[in-house]
């Protein structure tokens, strides 16, 4: 399910949930969000504590536990904010994600870390578990190294990233972190 909460400000969700967005046109104003079920609040945050998290956010999934909000400004800034139902934390960010996944609860994004010769890390983390690893890759072209994906799936217990305009594609065993 991917709705766009730019346009309708109530989503129904297929756990049930009603997700009632609350926004503004501005990129310095506060977008949060009030989660019920049955018509009990589950959980209200605050996506956007007012600093620059792109101009707005939108629902991209969700599961029995989590909510996962995309943003971006419309250059090559975006990222993920997930809201976890249960523990009420939240929300985590996530910047330059390259994956999140609402089956199996693992998000991708690039690591800070340097790294030396023309190696750039990728974090694969399960945020339901906290499970996480870094990956290498030695083929990236670009100076920003999620730009240089363009799709990505699971299949099995594998995660594909597949690099932009190729059909070059790079494979993560997700077994330690499933």
Known sequence: ????????????????YAVIKHRSSWSSAI??????KQDKLVRAVRLNDGDYQGAHTWLMWTNER???FGYGCGSPCWGIQ????ESGAGPIEYGYTVHADSVYNIVCYPDTTPY?????GFIIENFATGRKRTVLFDHIDSATPAVDFDSSWVENTTLHLRHVFTTRTEKVD???VL
Request: with cysteine; aromatic share 6%; charged share 25%.
């Open 1 to 16: 399910m991917q709705p766009d909460t730019l346009i309708s400000d109530t989503v129904l969700t297929d756990e049930g």
């Open 31 to 36: 977008d949060s969000v009030e989660v019920f």
């Open 82 to 85: 997930l809201v976890d139902l």
């Open 66 to 68: 989590f909510l996962c």
């Open 174 to 176: 997700l077994r330690g």
């Open 116 to 120: 030396e010769g023309l190696h750039s």
